[in-house]
C-alpha cells in the first residue's frame, strides 16, 4: 500500500514532442506528490509538486495532472527539449510529521535534437 | 537560504571496512532528515529517517545504521561493508513538521560508493 508505480521505465521523445509519465499509488492517505528531475551523477531536484485538492498544475512547459478517483498522476513535459533528458521520479507522501517521500522506480527520459 | 552539504562524492572502500557519511545542513532548525540508497538504474530506497535529535528510524532491515547527534547533522555508518552496499546514497531534508501539509524535500549532491 505504501508503493508508488512509476510507468514507463524509459521514453525516447523528439525535440518539441510532448513527454508523459504515469504514476499510480494505493495509499489514500498520500496527500503531496512531487515529481523530482535527476541528472547522471547529481542529487534529485524538485521539479513541480500537486495536492490533491486540484486536478491540474502548470510551471511553464511542465504540467501535472491528478486523477484522485483513480489514484493516478502523470507529469507532462511540452516541447521537450534535448536539455530535459534526465532520470523523473514521482514521488508521494501523506500527512504526519515525518514527512517521508515514497518514489516511484523512475523513468529515463531522451529528447532527440 | 538553506542549503545542505553531503561528502564525500565518491567512495571506494574494500569489504568489511567500516564506513561514515556525514550529512549537515545549514538555513534552517528542527530539519526532517533522510538517507536514500538508489542502486544503478533504479528508484531511491528510503534507509533512514529522523525527525529530531537522537531520534532514528529505520525503514528496511540492512547491514547499515544511522545517527543524528546535533540537530542539522546526519551520518550513515557501517562497522563492516559488504558488496550489496555498493550504490548511490543520497542525504536529503525537508521542514520539519509544523501540524500542516508535508512539503518537499532537498537533496545533497550524493555520495557514490563502491565496495570492492
Known amino acids: 500500500q505504501q508503493q508508488v508505480k512509476q510507468s514507463p521505465q524509459s521514453l525516447i521523445v523528439q525535440k518539441g514532442g510532448i513527454s508523459i509519465i504515469n504514476c499510480a499509488y494505493e495509499n489514500t492517505a498520500f496527500d503531496y506528490f512531487p515529481w523530482y528531475q535527476q541528472f547522471p551523477g547529481k542529487g534529485p531536484a524538485l521539479l513541480i509538486a500537486?495536492?490533491?485538492?486540484?486536478s491540474e498544475k502548470k510551471e511553464g512547459r511542465f504540467t501535472i495532472s491528478f486523477n484522485k478517483s483513480a489514484k493516478q498522476f502523470s507529469l507532462h513535459i511540452m516541447d521537450s527539449q534535448p536539455g530535459d533528458s534526465a532520470t523523473y521520479f514521482c514521488a508521494a507522501s501523506g500527512t504526519g510529521n515525518t514527512g517521508k517521500l515514497i518514489f516511484g522506480q523512475g523513468t529515463t527520459l531522451q529528447v532527440k535534437p | 537560504s538553506q542549503t545542505i552539504h553531503q561528502w564525500p562524492a565518491t567512495l571506494v572502500q574494500p569489504v568489511g571496512s567500516p564506513l561514515s557519511l556525514e550529512c549537515t545542513v545549514e538555513g534552517t532548525s528542527n530539519p526532517n532528515l533522510y538517507w536514500y540508497r538508489q542502486a544503478a538504474g533504479r528508484g531511491l530506497q528510503l534507509l533512514f529517517y529522523s525527525v529530531g535529535i537522537g531520534q532514528i528510524s529505520s525503514e528496511v532491515p540492512q547491514n547499515l545504521s544511522a545517527s543524528r547527534p546535533q540537530d542539522r547533522q546526519f551520518i550513515l555508518s557501517s562497522k563492516k561493508l559488504l558488496l550489496s552496499d555498493s550504490g548511490f546514497y543520497l542525504c536529503a531534508w525537508s521542514v520539519g513538521w509544523t501540524g500542516e501539509m508535508n512539503t518537499e524535500a532537498f537533496f545533497g549532491q550524493g555520495t557514490r560508493l563502491t565496495v570492492v
Open positions: 500537486i495536492r490533491p485538492d486540484v
